[in-house]
């Protein structure tokens, strides 16, 4: 079983629309849970932390639910530079290192 | 942006031929990783370093090999290209484990023919 599963899309959505993308992990010991964005053969860039609390910055808004081993990444007022492919991002407890998602992907249409 | 580059940006070779791409880094971050990024399987962790000298392998680190000598190189060797390991491959670096996110260099494309 995959560290992380993401829905690979694509999403295509007009400006102005919501869109949410989830994202489950299955080991629940997992501390640390991030989404990165990542542009056509460019190099994965953090977006955001996600914290239990659930945190927004801007049009952003990330969520985590322990008891469902999901985490989910709502994006408000789409905008044309929203265009990418949305990673999802967990520690694996005990390891060293972040599991990475296959990605999302998404294209805000004008 | 973080000061993390990697070398070559683009490189082509011969299945069978050594080839060695460097990660180089001016933040001074304890850890450094080397991932390998192919179509449906996402980015995949082949070799990370938590310090000078001390390397530790990843999920798929068969005919990969790295070494740090210093805490601003981190180099991967591909012992004998194939053409499995024609991907592209990002450097990443850390100031810790768990909490802190990634920052990733820009990625070398290389192609084993």
């Known amino acids: 079983r995959k560290e992380v599963e993401q829905d690979p899309g694509p999403f295509n959505v007009p400006e102005g629309a919501t869109v949410a993308f989830n994202c489950t992990y299955s080991n629940s010991a997992s501390q640390s849970f991030f989404w990165y964005r990542q542009d056509c053969r460019k190099e994965p860039k953090l977006l955001m932390s996600?914290?239990?609390s659930g945190n927004e910055d801007g049009r952003f808004t990330a969520q985590l639910n322990r008891a469902s081993q999901y985490i989910s990444l709502l994006i408000r007022d789409s905008k044309l530079s929203d265009s990418a492919t949305y990673l999802c991002v967990v520690n694996g407890a005990g390891a060293n290192n972040l599991f990475f998602g296959t990605g999302t992907r998404l294209t805000v249409i004008p | 942006d973080a000061g993390i580059t990697q070398s070559p940006r683009h490189k082509v070779t011969e299945t069978g031929t050594p080839v060695t791409l460097r990660c180089h880094q001016t933040e001074n971050h304890r850890y450094m990783y080397w991932y390998r990024q192919d179509p449906g399987h996402g980015l995949r962790l082949i070799h990370y370093s938590y310090g000078v000298k001390d390397t530790d392998k990843g999920e798929v680190s068969d005919g990969y090999s790295v070494s740090r000598s210093k805490t601003e190189d981190f180099l991967l060797t591909l012992e004998s290209a194939t053409s499995s390991q024609t991907s592209v491959y990002f450097c990443?670096?850390?100031?810790?484990?768990?909490?802190?996110?990634?920052?990733f260099g820009s990625g070398t494309r290389l192609t084993v023919v």
């Open positions: 990443a670096i850390s100031e810790g484990q768990g909490h802190y996110g990634y920052t």
């Open positions: 996600v914290y239990s």
